[in-house]
């Protein structure tokens, strides 16, 4: 178990940072893995819950359930962070639009909202200015039925996910690829960076009907949505390990992005990146690398 280094934390000057301010899923996952560094093997000492509620209202019984339990491992279902505990439950958090964890926070902020000091002296505070996150207690072997959990489709990197499954799930329907894409039911914690992104590499365009895209394009597709995640972990992974700021914030980086935030640039093929409003949110493509 290492510090996090504390030096200030570097942007790409040319990332478009400013669009990508909510967490997604591989903010969540090295946010997990950061956090797994101090928690993991470890004894939660102390806990402190500073306001009644984020979203939704702390579970009742959240300080008396982790105060002395051990961390037996870390996961992640979507976007959601797992804490698992062998009390067995396991604490359930979501970053909601501006969560972050604070690692050795070096001043306490009016927005750590739940602050845990493990026994080994390190504390992490869960921060959220805007309190659209959440934090749940659930019993571990009830995760998979949980609410927020039970209809979830296959993790975007797990084995679930294939061109077979997501012929299958877009059979005969004519809504856009794209919105079918961030349908959680369909891929698990897919966001629309990360759509639009894998709909360029893959060469698609974000509103071809669903059910009319080949099994061919599926097989290029699937292993794109895995590429621009894990690529993006990495990125998060080594934020983490280089540029973590000094009060030590988990949760957000930036990636460059070939289409993404990109209107009006130019493309690799020399065509301008075009942009238009889908279901409420902003597709940028390649009218000419995606048929
Ligand atoms: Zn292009």
Known sequence: MSSPTTQALALPRNAPY?????????EVETTVRGLARFLEGERIARVAVNRPD???PFPPDLVQVLTGARVTGMGRRAKYGLIHTDRDTTMVFHLGMSGRWRIEPEVTDKHDHLVLETAAGHVLAL???RRFGSVDLVATDQLDAWGPFAKLGPEPLGEGLTPKHLRAAFADRIAPIKQMLLDQTIVAGLGNIY???????????????AGRV????LSKLVPAIREVLSESIAAGGSTIRDYAQPNGELGYFAASWQVYGREGEACACGAPVQRFVQGGRSTFWCRTCQK
């Open 54 to 56: 984020l979203r939704r």
């Open 127 to 129: 921060n959220d200015a």
């Open 195 to 209: 759509v639009c992104e894998a709909l360029f590499r893959s060469g698609i365009r974000p509103d071809k009907e």
């Open 214 to 217: 080949s099994l061919p394009a």
């Open 18 to 26: 400013l669009l990508a301010t909510m967490p997604e899923l591989p």
